[in-house]
């Protein structure tokens, strides 16, 4: 059973349509952006074009897999979380890495208990939507229980039950204190958003 609050973000899982892939976003995350970005991260694309993190309850891109590029010193840099204020020589080239297309599938943690809601939506947990560790780069983030709804606009739309967590956390159940389910984006900056069923 999902008993034990683990935030990982939002994992991507599959896509509907073939291998599910990374784009690379040139200069995509402004030097010495100031807050920090792990993987598995909700990310969104702001007015001048940069990666920058999403917030709860509004559209976004994608989910944040890393980044490369060069900094001041020459020193070539692959990582999975942009480190809060990193920086990197302009004149050289940096990638961020976000898994943008809206029909890929991705498995999230609830923040608490799910009845049975395919078709249904939620949104990211505010407390956690930012949140990462520092050490292994990787997002915390949660879907929020409480904003469940099956008729009015969210940012996930859960698909399923993940199911293939029988040898795992013990399982995994609609109404387990902290239910995993695979979603959609429902609130793409790309595509209109539909409403949940």
Known sequence: MATTLNGFGMIPKYNEQGQVRARAYLSGIASGYSTA?????PVTLNSSGNIVAATAASDF????AGW?????????WTLNNWPASQTYASAERMYAYVWDDPNTVFRIQADGA???SNGGQVDFTSATIGNGST??????CT???ASLSTSGQKQLRIMELATDYDTILGGNAWSDAYTIVDVMIARHQYIANKVAV
């Open 37 to 41: 970005l792990y993987k598995y991260q």
């Open 61 to 64: 891109l994608g989910v944040f």
């Open 68 to 76: 490369e590029g060069i900094d001041s010193t020459g020193k070539w």
């Open 114 to 116: 799910l009845a049975q």
């Open 135 to 140: 050490t292994t780069g990787l997002s915390a």
């Open 143 to 145: 879907a929020s229980a």
